[in-house]
């Protein structure tokens, strides 16, 4: 009976070893026909990227609804990128590869894209949240190719916005350029003397990474998800005035701030001077809220005379409008750049710096170039035209990410499939 009951053991556990192992043999081959599905050759793909592509007839339309759509640009400013240092760039650098001399020199009658096309490939990527092998079916390139080429024009882009003055990101100098930026404020805002910009959080969602110490750090308890935070300041002419960027998302404000609290309190700001924030806004002490100002709590604390009640109300109405544009900059970045909603890798942080700096240097450039009221006026209602891009544009952190990615605006420019398998 003992060895009856210890056959039947056996049999059982080679039963379950069975099922565990056809298991993982399953799922390994359901991952391996995921990746095919997702892994363009060459036969799948237009056979001449500088043939008859989407990217071809897109650039050869020279339609500016057309750019801003796909590219997040009009067709002036991608002409003033591609004159203005990323042409002769990206013709002087090298392709990433790793059997090849990083030294060496550019062999450009062999590239698949030109400077051009090199531009449109990293301005889409930034501009969406579409899988790469949407890329390679719009630029007709292999997915080795493409993995290759963004890279470098993400290199090259980064480097030649770096150097522009258009692109720079700088506190202002002189009691002049305060004042300057608060009369703009008082002219629609007359309560708010000394106001000159407005600044708040803004959370990046990032990977999990399986390293506990970097999973702590970003994880944050309060909005139970993984992220970085940034704390940006904006200019009344929408440009950013200060950012820091890519701090852990278990950070409180407060510390990605320091930087910020000692701008405003160690001399480079001018007495009677001062940033609008939202309340929640950390402003620990007496000098910070000087410098800090937000719109009144119901917590706090009231005078007891009507005149004085009221003109702290009006003030408080005042300082609420004015903070709603910094939220309105951070659904312009939001909005206009769509990889930042896709999870960004949490082993690069190097790579992860160098991205968000670079969309941020690219609004500056689209501020300056384009004006905030065109921005207003022209490119926003493109970017939100429909029912859907309505809804992403102002609901897209309440959404699970395969919505985000399924109405994502410039595959469906393409009306390329961005079905999740």
Do not use: C
Not at 44 to 64: F, M
Not at 233 to 259: M, Q, Y
């Amino acid at each position: 009976m003992d060895d009856e009951g210890a056959e039947d053991e056996d049999e059982e556990d080679e039963v379950l070893a069975g099922i565990v192992l056809g298991g993982m043999v399953a799922s390994h081959e359901m991952r391996n026909e995921a990746r095919r599905r997702r892994y363009l050759v060459r036969r799948e793909l237009l056979p001449n990227p500088s043939g008859d592509t989407p990217w071809q007839r897109l650039y050869a339309s020279q339609s500016d609804r057309a750019f801003i759509t796909t590219m997040g640009f009009d067709v002036a400013t991608f002409d003033f990128l591609i004159d203005n240092g990323f042409a002769s760039r990206w013709d002087a650098h090298p392709i990433h590869r790793v059997d090849v001399d990083g030294a060496g020199k550019p062999r450009l009658g062999r590239r698949s894209l030109d400077a051009e096309g090199a531009l449109g490939l990293v301005l889409h990527w930034l501009s969406s949240s579409m899988r790469e092998t949407s890329l390679q079916q719009i630029f007709a390139v292999t997915p080795a190719t493409a993995n290759r080429y963004l890279r470098t024009a993400v290199t090259v882009l980064l480097e030649t916005v770096n150097r522009m003055p258009e692109a720079a990101i700088s506190w202002p100098t002189s009691v002049l350029e305060f004042q300057a930026l608060s009369d703009l404020i008082t002219g629609l805002q007359p309560l708010l003397t000394g106001a000159f910009g407005a600044v708040d959080g803004l959370r990046v969602p990032v990977q999990v990474s399986s390293d506990e110490e970097i999973e702590n750090a970003t994880y944050s308890g309060w909005h139970h998800d993984h992220f970085i935070n940034n704390v940006l300041t904006f200019s009344p002419e929408g440009v950013l005035i200060h950012a820091v960027l890519n701090a852990p998302g278990s950070w409180h404000d407060a510390k990605v701030a320091h930087d910020l609290y000692d701008l405003l309190l160690d001399g480079a700001t001018p007495p009677g001077f001062y940033l609008v924030a939202d309340t929640a806004f950390p402003r620990s002490t007496p000098a910070i809220r000087a410098r800090i100002r937000t719109a009144v709590k119901s917590s706090d604390k009231l005078p007891t005379d009507p005149a004085e009640r009221r003109k702290v109300a009006a003030v408080s109405r005042q300082l609420l409008s004015y903070r709603q544009s910094a939220e309105w900059g951070m659904r312009q970045l939001q909005g206009a750049f769509g990889r930042m909603r896709v999870p960004l890798p949490i082993d690069k942080a190097d790579m992860r710096y160098s991205l968000l700096l670079l969309i941020m240097r690219m609004h500056q450039i689209r501020v300056r170039k384009v004006g905030i009221s065109e921005i207003r006026n022209v490119y926003v209602p493109i970017w939100q035209e429909g029912d859907e891009m309505l809804e992403l544009w102002s609901e897209w952190e309440r959404m699970v990410f395969r919505e985000v990615r399924r109405r994502d605006r410039v595959s469906k420019f393409h009306h390329i499939s961005t079905e999740v398998e």
